[in-house]
């Protein structure tokens, strides 16, 4: 796992003549480390997240995971380190409530082109790990937003990734649950990875290890 992630001049607008962001951003991201996004409104923490995880290009400077400028890589590359590497968390946990728990945590481990059979076992894992073990085989409907948000966060972890983006993860959630899915983001962290919140939250930033503001 190279979980080296760090962004170098970095621009980004939406469209032509749209409002530029990020200001020729440079920035090293640390390994092991829980990093808090911070900032008003609108200058672009969900879209930063969003170019740190491959799935929008720069429009100017780079984005680098470990030696690879991965935002220079040809699209079917840069999908496929995305699969590998990156593990993505959305405000709500949007889960497929019409399919059991454990799917949903396995899905991107199948993106990824790994074996079923593998990835449930990764799941339950994971799951129980997190206090879910007995809900593997629950619908999203059926437990809390916090439990889900926490099912979120075993979905980003499936596939092993060196990089955790979360975008405010605790936004819908009251505070002990927000508390134990910064638990779960601070333990992916101890793990060696890359871990970055997009966050309004005060209570996020002032657990984070390192604060970005934009
Ligand atoms: N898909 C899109 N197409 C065009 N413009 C967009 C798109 N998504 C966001 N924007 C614009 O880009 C800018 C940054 O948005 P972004 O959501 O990244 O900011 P943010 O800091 O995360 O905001 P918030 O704290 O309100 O979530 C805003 O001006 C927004 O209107």
């Known amino acids: 796992m190279n979980a080296e992630l760090s962004v170098a001049d970095l621009r980004f607008a939406y469209t032509r003549g749209a409002e530029e962001l990020f200001d020729g951003l440079t920035h090293r991201f640390t390994p092991g480390a829980v990093t808090a996004l911070t900032g008003p409104s609108g200058r672009g923490k969900s879209t930063l ?57 396995v899905e991107p481990g199948l993106y990824a082109g790994l074996p079923r059979r593998e990835l449930e076992g990764r799941a339950r894992i994971l799951l129980e790990r997190f206090g879910l073990g007995h ?48 638990d779960a983001l601070a333990e992916a962290a101890g793990e060696g990875r890359t871990v970055v919140v997009a966050t309004h939250d005060p209570a996020v930033v002032a657990r984070a290890d390192e604060v970005v503001r934009l």
Do not use: K, W
Request: hydrophobic share 45%; glycine share 8%.
């Open 49 to 105: 997240l969003y170019v740190l995880g491959l799935m929008l290009t720069p429009s100017a400077g780079v984005v680098r995971l470990g030696d690879v400028e991965a935002s220079a890589l040809p699209d079917r590359r840069r999908a496929r380190l995305r699969a590998t590497s990156v593990g993505f968390v959305f405000q709500d946990a949007e889960l497929d409530p019409s399919r059991p728990i454990l799917d949903s945590v």
């Open 135 to 182: 809900r593997a085989e629950h619908r999203p409907g059926q437990v809390s937003g916090g439990q889900a948000q926490r099912v979120a966060v075993c979905r980003a972890l499936v596939n092993t990734p060196a990089v955790v983006l979360a975008d405010e993860p605790t936004g819908n959630l009251d505070p002990d649950n927000a508390s134990l899915v910064l």
